[in-house]
């Protein structure tokens, strides 16, 4: 429990969540582009599924880089 005093860990923290938000607006900026050359029927859906498959990316990510560092 000791290890939630330690500010290194709130500011790893904070690092992380900058970058996901950056990395986020990112994913929304692409995928606007992309779902622009779609007709506008399918263009609510094309960025939803983008989204989607950007956030499984992410996690799958950060799930490896966690294992990795376990060892």
Known sequence: MEFFLDPT???GLL???AIE???GMDNL???DVLAD????S???LARAFGMCIAL???V???WLIWRLLAF
Do not use: D, H, N
């Open 37 to 40: 050359k779609l007709p506008e």
């Open 56 to 58: 499984a990316v992410r």
């Open 29 to 31: 900026a692409l995928s």
């Open 9 to 11: 860990l709130w500011a």
């Open 42 to 44: 399918s263009r609510g």
């Open 60 to 62: 799958g990510l950060l």
């Open 15 to 17: 690092i992380l969540i």
């Open 21 to 23: 938000i950056v990395l």
